[in-house]
């Protein structure tokens, strides 16, 4: 069984100590990501606790599942692993000349 549960749903101003915290209540908490906007740093509002067993990860479910964090109500869910992203080779929707188009002759617009 998985022991990395994902959270979602608190406060942005949430810390990645206070979730440490407070999912120490129902075990050992191994780590926490909080996951940010690439561009502006901000925190999304939902993030990733790893418990030392699957059994505290399923603690942390029971316990927190509907807990509600400074006025917002946490999701906490057994971590999905993560599926693979498509590959475009760096190209745009998978056009390799971006929007550029051809007309049957060859010859650009």
């Known amino acids: 069984m998985n022991n990395k549960v994902f959270v979602g749903g608190f406060p942005y101003q949430t810390t990645e100590d206070q979730l ?10 191994m780590s926490v990501r909080i ?7 901000r925190s999304r509002g939902f993030g990733f606790i790893e418990m030392s067993s699957s059994d505290y990860a399923n603690k942390a479910i029971e316990r927190f ?28 929707n998978n056009y390799s000349q971006g929007n550029q188009r051809v007309r049957s002759n060859g010859n650009r617009w």
């Open 20 to 29: 440490a915290d407070l999912f120490s209540e129902v075990g050992d908490v």
């Open 65 to 92: 599942h509907g807990y509600d964090l400074n006025g917002r109500q946490l999701a906490v869910n057994i971590a999905q692993d993560r599926r693979p992203r498509a590959q475009n080779n760096g190209s745009f």
């Open 35 to 41: 996951i940010t906007d690439r561009e502006s740093g």
